[in-house]
């Protein structure tokens, strides 16, 4: 009874040690967005009287609509930069989620099967077709686990690629708006 109590002892303590984990991980990426987004704000307010400033300067129509036009390109990379920026930190302090999810997975999956093995082991006699049907839906649901978690991973690259091409595309756009004006 002793030996069962430690084990159940040890996993929680192996299962709080995770938990502070990922939570010191979720912690240092809301930090890292605040930082972010102070330093945008402060960079949007320098900015903004900078531009501000020059648009009062300006001594006809065409010179006035002239600075606007040229403060197109410059916010459309800054606000895809800042997008980066953050899908980083998100990305980031997800994939450790991620990595612990299925080192967790793998665990359960190994002591299943040992349970399993544990159990045919004991079986009473006569029993083996039942095991070998639940052994084999066993493995079945562990080769779909992995496929979906193959599907998953190639989705998420997908995803990554096309908001990546997206990015290009809106800054080529921008930039030839800017051009144009």
């Keep these: 009874m002793m030996i069962i109590a430690d084990q ?75 997008g980066r920026h953050v899908y980083g930190i998100v990305v980031e302090a997800s994939s450790e989620f991620t990595k612990t999810y299925e080192s967790k997975a793998a665990e359960g999956q190994k002591a299943f099967a040992a349970a399993m093995d544990k159990m045919v082991k004991n079986a009473p006699a006569g029993t083996e077709s039942a095991l070998a049907v639940i052994k084999s839906a066993m493995v079945s649901s562990q080769s779909a686990l992995e496929t979906a978690q193959t599907a998953a991973r190639n989705a998420l690259v997908m995803a990554e690629n096309n908001l990546a091409a997206a990015t290009e595309q809106a800054l080529n756009t921008a930039a030839v708006v800017g051009v144009k004006a």
Excluded: H
């Excluded at 010179?63 to 800042?82: G, N, R, V």
């Design 8 to 82: 159940i002892t040890a996993k929680n303590r192996a299962n709080l040690d995770t938990f502070s984990g990922l939570a010191t991980k979720t912690y240092t990426g809301f930090e890292k967005l605040v930082e972010l987004n102070l330093a945008a704000v402060r960079a949007l307010m320098t900015e903004s009287f900078k531009y501000t400033q020059s648009l009062l300067a300006a001594k006809d129509t065409q010179q006035f609509i002239a600075l606007q036009s040229a403060l197109m390109a410059p916010m459309a990379e800054k606000a895809t930069a800042y």
